[in-house]
């Protein structure tokens, strides 16, 4: 890991208390707070715009808890939908438990998973932050590297209105999986690759009538055909497995195989009529990968830049949004001259033990729970997932973990 440069800097102020660098959804949520604390901060984001691309559409309830303090969440539920429980099923044998976040209702505001895109939070989080007196958010401004000197950062952007060097007494790396910030400092991201991509088709076919016992997020597990279907404001995604080793990429996505896949779901239509049905489909490679550390002096990782996992459960996203919430608070506590260098250390090791042991281990379980091959294992598990249904205490114990509010426990 690099040491810090040693001081050659002038006297000259520094630009920002923080420079965020990647405006994704962690990155604009933690700039966000930061400013709300009272910091000037400086966000850096290389694309044009929020990027649109299909990703995460489940907010857990800790997440819509501090989005509630940035004034995000009250919007984002009217454009979402609320899921009061969600679903393990069988392929074959259908719904084996409805799991409601009713049971939760003492231990959080919002006893609920939201449903919607991640482009649209990241979209109402630009705008706060534009609107933000203590706030600068850059565009088109790529970020090509950093060096640490004794008493600030310094950030290289290579484009946009900010081109030059930029100062600031932390720096804080948002900037995804293959994140620059990481690489600048020269901290490892080790892990593996999933042994299949997931494939995932988004449909306006209104699943909630066709199939009525469905819930909004339902996990159907199948040795062969496991998947999980998701509604959100814009329709219906459904998400399968696709083999590395058996399939390209191009057949993959080529209409054949979509309108085969579909047809798990929803089989017996003609292909003009499947065709119709289907939006879009795309396929991700997922990974399972976590940084060796979260923090080098004062440049921290948070968010995909600091953990990937596969989206089985909806944690992603979630949990960066959790690492730069809770590392934005202690930045702002160590303005106001308190010594905070401890707790940013402990900040650090739990944050990195929450992504290996609670975001990776969770996400992990899911997926091999779902696509387990052995009859008598997957007996069990189906006679696990339905003493849920009947136990208060062992459902509330497994909700507050699916749902996250577990993994921000001391
Ligand atoms: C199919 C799928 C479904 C998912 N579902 C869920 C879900 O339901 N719930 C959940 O919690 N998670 C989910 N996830 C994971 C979630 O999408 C990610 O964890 C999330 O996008 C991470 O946000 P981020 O801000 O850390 O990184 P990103 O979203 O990758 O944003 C990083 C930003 O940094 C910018 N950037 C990169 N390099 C630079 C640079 N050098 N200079 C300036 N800017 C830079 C990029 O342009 C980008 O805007 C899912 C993922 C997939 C693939």
Redesign the pocket.
């Known amino acids: 890991m690099t040491e810090p440069t040693p001081a050659t800097e002038s006297e000259a102020p520094l630009d920002a208390d923080v420079i965020v660098?990647?405006?994704?959804?962690?990155?604009t949520t933690t700039a966000l707070k930061l400013a709300h604390g009272g910091l000037r901060v400086i966000l850096?984001?290389?694309?044009d715009a929020t990027?649109l691309e299909?990703?995460?559409?489940?907010f857990h309830p800790p997440t819509l808890e501090m989005l509630d303090e940035l004034g995000l969440a009250e919007p984002l539920i009217e454009k979402g939908i609320i899921a009061p429980s969600y679903q393990f099923r069988d392929a074959k044998l259908g719904k084996i438990v409805d799991l409601e976040f009713e049971i939760l209702k003492e231990d959080t505001r919002y006893p609920f998973r939201l449903q919607v895109e991640?482009s649209v939070m990241t979209t109402m989080a630009n705008a706060a932050l534009e609107a933000h007196p203590l706030a600068e958010l850059n565009t088109q401004?790529?970020?090509?590297g950093i060096r640490r000197r004794a008493n600030h950062v310094e950030v290289e952007v290579a484009s946009g209105p900010r081109t030059g060097t930029l100062r600031a007494s932390h720096v804080i790396g948002?900037?995804?999986?293959?994140?620059?910030i990481r690489q600048a400092l020269d901290v490892g991201f080790s892990g593996h690759t999933y042994p299949e991509r997931?494939l995932?088709i988004s449909t306006s076919a209104p699943l909630h009538e066709l199939l009525p016992d469905i819930a909004s997020v339902n996990y159907v597990a199948d040795p062969v055909d496991w998947h999980v279907l998701m509604r959100n404001p814009s329709g219906w995604r459904i998400?399968f497995p696709a083999p590395f080793d058996e399939e390209t990429p191009e057949h993959l996505l080529s209409p054949e195989n979509v309108r085969r896949q579909f047809a798990r779901v929803l089989p017996g239509r003609t292909d003009d009529e499947a065709d119709a049905a289907i939006d879009w489909a795309t396929l991700?490679e997922v990974h399972r990968k976590v940084a060796e550390t979260l923090r080098v002096g004062n440049v921290y990782l948070?968010?995909?830049?600091a953990h990937?996992n596969n989206?089985m459960g909806?944690?992603?996203?979630?949990?960066?949004v959790h690492d730069g919430y809770l590392l934005a608070e202690l930045l702002v506590r160590g303005s106001g001259g308190v010594d905070v260098d401890a707790e940013l250390e402990a900040w650090a090791e739990k944050r990195r033990a929450v992504a290996l042991d609670f975001v990776g281990k969770e996400t992990e379980g899911n997926w091999s729970a779902l696509r387990d091959t052995d009859e008598e294992r997957r007996a069990a598990q189906r006679a696990s997932w339905q003493a849920l249904g009947e136990d208060d205490d062992a459902r509330r114990d497994f909700l507050l973990t699916s749902s996250m509010l577990a993994s921000l426990k001391d």
């Open positions: 660098v990647g405006g994704g959804p962690v990155g850096l984001e290389g694309r990027s299909h990703r995460a559409t489940t991640q401004s790529k970020v090509t948002a900037d995804g999986m293959k994140s620059t997931f995932v998400l991700y948070v968010g995909d830049a990937v989206p909806g944690m992603g996203m979630n949990s960066g």
